[in-house]
Every structure is written in structure tokens, then in C-alpha cells.
């Protein structure tokens, strides 16, 4: 039982990042990094979640519910900073628990984190899917074969990011500057024709009189719900918090930049500056949205209906610019474009990773003559080709935040742990306020969870249980780090 706890060295992790065969090439700087990271975070959540949560949660008053979330990320954002400056290493997450907390939490936060980029890169896939046929006018890009749906839209977007991340990250990253200019100009575009249809009268009442909902019972109420007893409220107060809660995920992305430090030129000092400076790119284009599209309707005409969710369109179309839901249209496509690449890259690392430390079989982990892990980007896509195609997936988004949130709350404790245990190591970035700063953002990581859903919660028990199975069966056997340990005891 003990093995399962055994750390692996920070300098260790260092070391193995030059093993031939599994060796990634570094040919980032900060201002990739920035690319990749705004480019995956804005996407699904700023073209459809505002206008639904500010309709149906918090009314005009949404924007301080992006404020309370980007809070919260940026409190995750610092700590995964230092982290990454002083561990430099694919991985993220898992890696920085590996260096901390030891080999079977690392191995769980590494199980985690491909839940939410694989599960998350396919419900993406589905919407890009979707807004395809919106903006070329087809009904629907589903294939029936007897009883099998195929998605084609979904399986062609999969395939054409997988390809571009087998050729190469530089490449990946390139492309991303092309489609990320197309969908911020889109935002922009946004904000500034928004701007000139807003009304006064619209921001009020700025929080609305809270409603009691007590349509979610039994395993489909939040949790805090279940352990409280008390029901969930729409407007108020705790409507706004309750919208931080769903806005938050609209955030989910940016921790990616730190999976590709391993591939950065100068880790130390660009993964701090383009972490940091995606968050805060992203926060401001979220609060600018945010506060045009509700000064453009009154919160009521917001509101999902039997017919569906509203959206950045429906504000503008009430407004009668129906040609700006065309433009809205191609930009949420490329913007969900680079989201599904970003999100399978970050699958891809992180499972590279594992795969290195022998958790995974190792020979996943071989690098091409283009120094990407080729096997790992073409295995990653089938399967998410395969749910995105032929499996519904509205029911697991959810699951995608619950293994986000859990990797963010063990970077932040970790900080903490590092800061005592190797107060010795070179930091390119420091989290001001320790334990202050950290200990907030567990806080705040635990109170997002605790809204998520009691079902949420028990089918990430059992994806968890399936993990622990097969760290049992195959990764504590075939542990690098422990095959290391064994070398170096006493015959």
C-alpha cells in the first residue's frame, strides 16, 4: 500500500523530459501559449451559456457572476503558475501531483483530466457538428446505419485537428492563430454593434427577485441541495452565485497551457505569462459580452424554452440585425474548431505523460521524427471521434467540471505542500500570500463542486472506481518511478 504514496522527484521529472524516444520539441513561447489558451477558452461558453444562465439564473446581473468565476480561476491560475515555472513537464496537473502528493493521486487527477478533455473535446465535437449545418444550411450531418448513428460533422472536425496535432504543435498553434483572430473579431464585433442597441431600462431590476426552483429532486438536485435540504434558487443573490457555478465552465481551458511546458522554449518565465495573460483576455471579453447582451433585452426574453436555449443571437435578432446571426453563426464554428483541438492536445499530454511514467503502456509514449506522440494523438481521437459520433453526450457534460475542479483543488494544496517539503527549488513565478491565496482557492473549488448534481456525482464514482481498477491491475506494476526504487535497494 505504501508504494502507492511514492513521490517522484522534481528533478527526476526534469531528467526524464531528455529520455530518447519520448522527447517533445520545444518551439513555444508565452504568445503561443496565450494562442492556444484563449483559443480553446473561447468557444461554446461565451456563444450560447451567457445568454441562457443570464435568462434563466441571474438576470442582468451576470457579469459579476463571470467576475466571482474568473476569481476563482485566477486564484487556481497563480497556483498552477508557479507550478509550471519551477516543473516543467507535459502532464499538468497529474505531473504536479505526482511531485507532491505521490503516485495513486497522481494517477486519479491523470484519470480525471482525461475525462474532462476527451469527454469534453467529443460535446464540443457535437456542437461544432450542429452549427455546421446551421451555417452551410443542412438539417442534420447524422448517418443512420440500422440502428447506428454516425455523426459525420463531429468525426471530420476530429480528424482534421488530429492530423494537424500529429504534424506538429508549432503547426497546431499556428492555425490557431488564424482561427482564434476570426472568433475574437467576431466577439469584438459583438460588443461593438451590441453596444449601440443597449437600453438603460434593460438593467433593471440589475438582480431580480429570487424564485424558488424545486424542479430538480432526488439524484438530479445539487448536492449542497441534498445536504441541506434547502432548494436552489433562480434570480436573488444566490442566483448570482449559483450563475458563477455555470459560467465557471465557461473558463475550463485555460489550466491547458500548463500541459504544454514540457514544449515551451523558456518554461520558467512564458507558462506564468501566458496563463495569466489568457485568463485575463478571456475575463475581460466574458464581462464586455456580458453586459452588452443584457443591456440589448430584458433578461425575460433570455429565458430557455421548450424550443431551446437562447443565445448571442437571439439578442440581436430581437434587435432586428438578423445579418449579425449569420457572422455569429461562423464565428462560434472556428471558435469551436480550435476548442476541440486545444482540448484533444491537452488529452494527448496528459496521457503522454502517464504513458512515460509506465502507468500506461510506455510504447504509447513514443515521440514521431516530428517530436509529437503520434500513437497517443491517434488513439485520443478515435475514441473521441467514436463517442462524439455515436453516443449522446449531453448527459456527461457535467462529469467534464467535476474532474476540473478536483485538478484545481489539488494544484492549489499542493503549492502549499511544495512550499514546505522543497522551499530549496528555483521559482520563475511565486503565489503571492501563501497560504492565504491557496487555501481560498480550495474553498472556492469545493463550492463549485458541492452545485453540481448528486447524478454528476455518482457516475464519477463509478469512472473513478474503473480508474482505480486498472492502476491496480497494470500502472502500480509497471511504475517507472517504481521499477527505480526497486533497482536501488539493497540485495
Known amino acids: 500500500m505504501a508504494g502507492r504514496w511514492r513521490t517522484k522527484s522534481i528533478e527526476q521529472s526534469i531528467a526524464d523530459t531528455d529520455e530518447p524516444g519520448t522527447r517533445l520539441r520545444r518551439d513555444l513561447s508565452w504568445w503561443h501559449l496565450c494562442v492556444f489558451g484563449v483559443s480553446v477558452v473561447i468557444g461554446a461558453g461565451i456563444f450560447t451559456v451567457t445568454a441562457s444562465t443570464a435568462g434563466d439564473i441571474t438576470g442582468p446581473a451576470i457579469w459579476i457572476s463571470f467576475l466571482i468565476a474568473a476569481i476563482t480561476c485566477g486564484l487556481a491560475a497563480l497556483c498552477y503558475a508557479e507550478f509550471a515555472s519551477m516543473l516543467p513537464v507535459a502532464g499538468s496537473a497529474y505531473t504536479f501531483s505526482y511531485a507532491t502528493f505521490g503516485e495513486f493521486l497522481a494517477w486519479t487527477i491523470g484519470w480525471n483530466l482525461v475525462l474532462e478533455l476527451a469527454i469534453g473535446a467529443a460535446v464540443v465535437a457535437k456542437g461544432w457538428s450542429s452549427y455546421l449545418g446551421t451555417v452551410f444550411g443542412f438539417a442534420s450531418s447524422t448517418i443512420t446505419f440500422g440502428s447506428l448513428m454516425l455523426d459525420w460533422g463531429a468525426l471530420l472536425i476530429v480528424a482534421l485537428v488530429a492530423a494537424l496535432l500529429a504534424w506538429g504543435t508549432k503547426l497546431s498553434s499556428q492555425f490557431s492563430i488564424v482561427v482564434t483572430t476570426v472568433k475574437v473579431l467576431v466577439v469584438l464585433l459583438v460588443i461593438v454593434v451590441g453596444a449601440f442597441y443597449i ?293
Request: net charge positive; aromatic share 8%.
Open 199 to 491: 437600453k438603460a431600462a434593460n438593467y433593471s431590476p440589475f438582480i431580480p427577485r429570487p424564485e424558488s426552483d424545486q424542479s430538480g429532486s432526488g439524484i438530479n438536485q445539487s448536492l449542497l441541495s441534498l445536504l441541506t435540504g434547502a432548494h436552489s434558487s433562480h434570480y436573488g443573490w444566490y442566483g448570482v452565485l449559483a450563475g458563477a457555478s455555470i459560467v465557471f465552465f465557461a473558463f475550463i481551458g485555460f489550466d491547458i497551457v500548463a500541459t504544454m511546458a514540457e514544449e515551451t522554449k523558456n518554461p520558467q518565465r512564458d507558462v506564468p505569462r501566458g496563463i495569466l495573460a489568457t485568463l485575463g483576455i478571456v475575463t475581460v471579453l466574458y464581462v464586455a459580452v456580458s453586459v452588452v447582451l443584457s443591456g440589448m433585452v430584458p433578461y425575460t426574453v433570455l429565458k430557455s424554452t421548450a424550443g431551446g436555449h437562447a443565445n448571442l443571437a437571439t439578442a440581436f435578432a430581437a434587435n432586428g440585425v438578423h445579418w449579425a446571426s449569420g457572422i455569429i453563426s461562423i464565428g462560434a464554428l472556428a471558435g469551436l474548431t480550435t476548442v476541440v483541438m486545444v482540448l484533444l492536445l491537452g488529452g494527448c499530454r496528459v496521457l503522454f505523460a502517464m504513458a512515460r511514467d509506465g502507468l500506461l503502456p510506455r510504447r504509447l509514449a513514443k515521440t514521431g521524427s516530428r517530436g509529437t506522440p503520434v500513437r497517443i494523438t491517434v488513439l485520443v481521437a478515435v475514441l473521441v471521434a467514436l463517442t462524439a459520433s455515436a453516443f449522446p453526450t449531453d448527459k456527461l457534460e457535467e462529469m467534464v467540471n467535476v474532474g476540473t475542479l478536483f485538478a484545481f483543488l489539488l494544484v492549489s494544496a499542493g503549492v502549499m505542500v511544495l512550499r514546505r517539503t522543497r522551499a530549496d527549488l528555483p521559482r520563475g513565478f511565486r503565489v503571492p500570500l501563501v497560504p492565504l491565496l491557496p487555501i481560498a482557492s480550495v474553498c472556492a473549488c469545493v463550492w463549485l463542486m458541492v452545485n453540481l448534481t448528486v447524478i454528476t456525482w455518482i457516475r464519477f464514482t463509478v469512472w473513478m472506481a474503473a480508474g482505480i481498477a486498472i492502476y491496480l491491475a497494470y500502472g502500480r506494476r509497471h511504475s517507472v518511478l517504481a521499477r527505480r526504487l526497486e533497482d536501488k535497494l539493497p540485495a
